[in-house]
């Protein structure tokens, strides 16, 4: 079994700067892409940042220039530098990573962490 744990989250003003950490534990044998969605009260989740295994970015358009999303391979920890924050960055923050088992070292499998929320307010 493997679990995410995000952390980071909270109340921030406008022109603020938060950064998030999700740590992934279990049976890992390796990871390949990370990512950092969001979700927003009454819209769908949609893709913030990912990586992937060998350091490769994309951005969704509304944040790039004000987000970097990087990652520690060694401690299985994604992370997401969101600085310049807006009132309309305010949503869940999820992570998800997939990951190659150490028991099924062919197969791949998606899995999510709880969410944290960022609220941008004055």
């Known amino acids: 079994q493997v679990q995410l744990v995000e952390s980071g989250g909270g109340l921030v003003q406008p022109g603020g700067s938060l950064r998030l950490s999700c740590a992934a534990s279990?049976?890992?044998?390796?990871?390949?892409?990370m990512g950092w969605y969001r979700q927003a009260p009454g819209k769908q989740r949609e893709l913030v940042a990912a990586?992937?295994?060998?350091?490769?970015?994309n951005y969704a358009d509304s944040v790039k220039g004000r987000f970097t999303i990087s990652r520690d391979n060694a401690k299985n920890t994604v992370y997401l530098q969101m600085n310049s924050l807006k009132p309309e960055d305010t949503a869940v923050y999820y992570c998800?990573?997939?990951?190659?088992?150490?028991?099924?070292?062919?197969?791949?499998?998606?899995?999510w962490g709880q969410g944290t929320q960022v609220t941008v307010s004055a």
């Open positions: 998800n990573a997939n990951v190659v088992p150490i028991r099924v070292p062919l197969s791949e499998y998606l899995y």
């Open positions: 279990g049976s890992i044998f390796k990871i390949n892409a």
């Open positions: 990586i992937t295994s060998s350091g490769s970015t």
